[in-house]
Structures are given as C-alpha cells and as structure tokens.
C-alpha cells in the first residue's frame, strides 16, 4: 500500500477493530477499491464469473469482499456478514438497468434481523463519470428513505483515484464506534435488571 494511503487508512481506524464486508454485484469497483487500498494502485482485473474473495488487513482493520453469482449471493454472502460488525455496499452509478437487483439484495439484508444494528456504508461508486446517477435519485431508488432504524450512509466515491472512499470509511469508523457504545449501554442496563 501507498505510504500515505496506509497513514490515512489507519488514522482513520486505528484500533476500532472494524470487520467490514464488502460486496455488491459484479463489475462495480469492489476489486479495484480493495486493490487501490492495498497496493496503492489501479490493477487491472476482470469481472467475476463465479466466485472471488479478497481480504486487506491493516492493524485490527479487516475488510473483506465476496463476490458470487447473484442468484447465490444472500445465502453464501450471510454466513460471511454474521461474522463482520459492518458491511460495505458498492453500486456501479452509471448502471441503471441493475438497480433492482441492488435494491433487492439491499432489501433482504436490511429484513433480516439478524443484522438489524449492522451500519451500512454504500459506496456509490464511478460518480465521476458522466451519466453517473445523482445520490438523491440513487437513495429514493433504492428505496433508502424507508430505513428509519438503520445507520446508513450513501458515499459518492470513485475506486480508481479512492475520492470518496476514506470519507466513507471515516463514517463507517464512527459509526461502529457508536454501535459498540450503544451494545454496552444495553448490556449494563440488562446486567442492572438481573441484579
């Protein structure tokens, strides 16, 4: 990783312990975001055709991204969420005709209440191209508006150059850190009702 990409990356974790999984459909930038993070760098890569799993790890940071075919995506994707405190989103913005899967994989994580205080990060990704869907389209299309009990957040980011992407991961950061802060609240206040 880049000298200051790997300062950056870990003042802005430090030692939070963030397990964040990233996943999203194929071709959207997951790949190269975790690549650019990694080796400070644009590798050239292929969409995955069937399954793909890459992990960076920096200090107590993990993050780790999981590509498979849509029709198998939830189910395989679920066993590997339930072990990560968050999960990371990445939508290609220019890709309108997939939208629906996006909002349908969206949908089935948020519905599940297993992952119901889980943040959500989603990084909107290649806003810097033309034709690039404006967030306040994206978030309605999605359906977002709707998610009044979840910490969520929509990052215009683009993978190639990282704009966007440590901004990101800086809300995901504090938005742990208050998730970890509101999980002890409850378990003090439980542990007061038993005693």
């Known amino acids: 990783m880049g000298n200051a990409s790997q300062k950056m990356f870990n003042k802005i974790f430090g030692d939070i312990g963030l397990q964040a999984v990233m996943t999203g459909l194929d071709g959207v930038g997951k790949t190269t975001i975790l690549y650019k993070l990694n080796l400070g760098e644009v590798v050239a890569s292929v969409p995955t ?21 849509l ?21 290609d913005s220019r890709d309108r005709e997939r939208l629906d899967d996006n909002k349908f994989f969206l949908n089935k994580f948020y519905d599940d209440e297993e992952f119901k205080t889980m943040p959500v990060l989603i990084f909107a990704n290649k ?11 994206l978030t309605e299309q999605l359906e977002l508006y709707k998610l009044k009990d979840r910490k969520w957040k929509v990052q215009p980011c683009c993978a190639t150059t990282l704009k966007g992407v440590y901004e990101g991961l800086n809300w995901l950061s504090l938005a742990i850190k208050s998730q970890i802060e ?14």
């Open 71 to 91: 029709q198998k995506l939830y189910p395989l994707e679920r066993h590997l969420i339930k072990q990560a405190n968050s999960l990371i989103y990445v939508i």
């Open 127 to 137: 806003q810097d191209l033309p034709y690039a869907i404006d967030l306040p389209k």
């Open 49 to 69: 055709i069937d399954f793909n799993l890459e992990t960076v790890e920096f200090r107590n940071t993990k993050i780790t991204s999981m590509e498979v075919g």
């Open 182 to 195: 509101e999980n002890k609240k409850e378990k003090e206040k439980e542990n007061e009702k038993e005693n």
